[in-house]
């Protein structure tokens, strides 16, 4: 494994999905200012997970076919200026297609960011998807709270306000794509990849793809979609209506629920290298399911805070784990597997996020809504069972 190349990839990931993990956490700043309810917050974040997903196979295609190193800065410029322009408009359309420019960024640099990091990471898949993957994890981490320093404001004392230029303060975003895209840039295309790649595709001809196999992992990758992204987008909302916290309150436990996400995506990787992807994924799936079946009964913040530690760890924990089985399950396409365990499957997991919120808006709150999340859960732990490794 090239450490120096994946964490450089891993580095990229941060970046580009800093701006996904922002989202939820702007959304109380978004709801609070132009009046928006539940159902409408939840379309802005299916706005940014669709055109994140749906075009990622595409240049999944792409990247089976051609090296295009320069899809990685440019997803990150424009996932980071999609973001940053949220802002500074004040129309619901506006906002959604500011959102939808973000998702194609995503779109553009998952795909071969996951080629790149498949190439470098030598015989040891499990750790180096791990740390690619870690890197993206740490972007929904570090969101909030960019978000909590440009836009919200820290204040110290009575008198001292760190940050807090309001909605404008996004422009934030634009600045790190620019920096980190710029790094990215300058080093991946110094790469001598070329040779790696064409080994790779002369070895794939000899390979099958089992699509059954990866038809059955895409139905537990869309489960776990579900559940990631009605946590990441929700948990602000949850801690302002549910518990009556503040805004600042409700972004710090969503980073509180990603910093152990991360650690865990990382021991996860580490659990697949020495027992297997299958088994990893599996042990996961159960584990996470009496934990989010109790969730919304529970009335205690810090009760709550306390079952976000086993949420994160069974939901984080098999993610680099799918990637390298789907894209192994089709091996003959691995960039075209990534494009849809970190696309597809995903965008359709994110269409039940305005659902939920319709939910919430006209039966009972969030957590009537998040009560549905424990049937997911126990259909994407059954789905493991049919999970098996392949070389």
């Given amino acids: 494994m090239e450490l120096k190349k ?10 580009c999905d800093i701006n996904g993990g922002a989202l939820p956490a702007l959304l109380p700043y978004l709801a609070t200012a132009h009046n928006f309810d539940y159902q409408a917050c939840g379309t802005l974040a299916f706005a940014y997970s669709a055109m994140s997903s749906v075009i990622q196979p595409v240049f999944g295609l792409v990247a089976d076919k051609f090296s295009r190193s320069w899809f ?3 997803g990150i410029l424009l996932a980071g200026f999609g973001l ?4 500074f408009f004040d129309a619901y359309w506006a906002i959604f297609a500011a959102l939808m420019l973000c998702g194609v960024g ?6 071969e960011g996951a080629r790149y990091a498949n190439l470098v990471s030598g ?3 499990g750790v180096g998807l791990s740390i690619f993957s870690v890197g993206g994890n740490s972007g929904f981490v570090i969101g909030p709270l960019i978000v909590l320093l440009s836009v919200g404001g820290i204040t110290l004392g009575d008198s001292l306000t760190l940050g807090g230029f309001g909605l404008p303060g996004t422009a934030a975003f634009a600045v790190i794509a620019l920096c980190t895209a710029s790094i990215l840039y300058w080093n991946i295309s110094r790469w001598k990849l070329t040779s790696a790649a064409s080994r790779t595709v002369a070895r794939a001809e000899n390979l099958r793809n089992n699509w059954p196999a990866f038809g059955i992992l895409s139905g537990t990758i869309i ?3 579900i559940l990631f992204l009605s946590f990441n987008t929700y948990l602000p909302l949850y801690w302002k209506s549910v518990f009556h916290q503040s805004a600042q309150i409700g972004n710090a436990m969503l980073a509180f629920f990603c910093i152990f996400g991360v650690i865990s995506n990382l021991l996860g990787g580490m659990a697949a290298d020495r027992w297997g992807f299958s088994r990893t994924i599996r042990c ?4 996470t399911l009496p934990f989010i079946t109790l969730f919304p009964f529970v009335q205690n913040p810090w009760l709550a805070a306390l079952l976000l530690i086993p949420i994160a760890v069974g939901l984080y924990a098999p993610f680099s784990s799918m990637v390298v089985l789907g894209q192994r399950y089709l091996a003959k396409n691995i960039g075209f597997a990534s494009g849809i365990t970190l696309g597809v499957a995903m965008s359709i997991g994110g269409m039940a996020t305005p659902v939920l919120g319709w939910v919430a808006d006209n039966y009972g ?5 998040m009560k549905i999340l424990a049937v997911v859960t126990l259909l994407g732990a059954l789905s493991t069972l049919f999970l098996k490794d392949e070389a």
């Fill in 84 to 87: 940053a322009s949220v802002g």
């Fill in 106 to 111: 995503g779109a553009v640099f998952h795909p």
């Fill in 284 to 287: 996961s799936g159960f584990f």
């Fill in 72 to 74: 990685i800065p440019l």
């Fill in 365 to 369: 709150g969030l957590p009537a809504a």
């Fill in 123 to 125: 015989n040891h898949k």
């Fill in 223 to 225: 489960a776990r979609s």
């Fill in 6 to 15: 994946i964490l450089l990839v891993s580095l990229g990931h941060l970046s």
